[in-house]
């Protein structure tokens, strides 16, 4: 069996234009000044509040917790609107392929909250997909390995039986931090070279690329 995780802001859909007005919503809302959408989404990935305090690095703690209500509070009023980020091209796809592969189990590991992530999933049809969901409700941000180690022990597999795709660092030390194999996108919000350099096996151009690349890969048990 094999154990396939997928990141989902900057992997499977492209939510760079709601985290970036929901973001700077939250820092006008604290009477910060807005930021460019470089320095945003270099901090997708982590979890809310580490995200944020990786962005205001001299703010207090109060006011890192009136940007992350701010930012969730206008999330929440996005998605009241029905506005739902697009799947990028090929996503569903290279889901659809794997889904088909009697040996392969689909993952989710995000920095999303679980109602987020579920907003997402079913808006696209594809809650169902995934055998395992990981989010940051109960683990700490990444890069800590704990979503994926959750997601191993829910599929009753090994570290050496599981890759993560993922767009960002943060995914790929993750990977790393879990033994996992770390598959890099370049669609997403870190550069290809800081995905080779933070340990990606790969960095796929697009989604055909990653497809065939995911189908192809062989686990090699790893021994100590």
């Known amino acids: 069996m094999r154990l396939v995780v997928f990141d989902v802001d900057g992997t499977l859909v492209n939510s760079q234009h ?18 460019d959408s470089a320095a945003i989404l270099s901090i997708v990935g982590l979890s809310l509040p580490i995200a944020v305090a990786h962005l205001l ?30 799947l990028y091209p090929g996503a569903l796809d290279c889901l659809d392929a794997l889904s088909a592969q009697e040996d392969v189990l689909l993952g989710i590991a995000t920095g999303k909250p679980m109602r987020g992530l579920m907003a997402v999933l079913e808006a696209h049809g594809l809650a169902r997909r995934f055998f395992t969901r990981q989010t940051a409700d109960g683990h700490p941000s ?13 599929a009753g597999l090994e570290a050496w039986q599981a890759v993560m ?26 550069p290809s070279a800081e995905l080779h350099g933070a340990g990606a096996a790969l960095v ?3 989604y055909p690329t990653l497809t065939q ?12």
Do not use: C, Q
């Not at 109060?62 to 998605?79: C, K, N, P, Q």
């Open 213 to 224: 690349a995911l189908l192809d890969w062989v686990p090699k048990e790893t021994t100590t």
């Open 165 to 190: 795709v993922g767009d960002t660092t943060f995914d790929m030390e993750m990977a790393r931090a879990a033994g996992v194999t770390g598959f890099g996108v370049d669609w997403g919000y870190h």
């Open 18 to 35: 709601e985290i970036t007005e929901a973001m700077n919503l939250g820092l006008r809302g604290a009477g910060l000044p807005e930021m």
């Open 204 to 206: 796929a151009p697009d």
């Open 57 to 86: 690095p001299e703010a207090s703690p109060v006011l890192h917790e009136r940007v992350v209500t701010g930012y969730r509070d206008a999330f929440i009023a996005s998605r009241a609107r029905g506005v739902v980020p697009p």
């Open 142 to 154: 990444k890069p800590h390995p704990a979503m994926l180690e959750s997601a191993l022990f829910d």
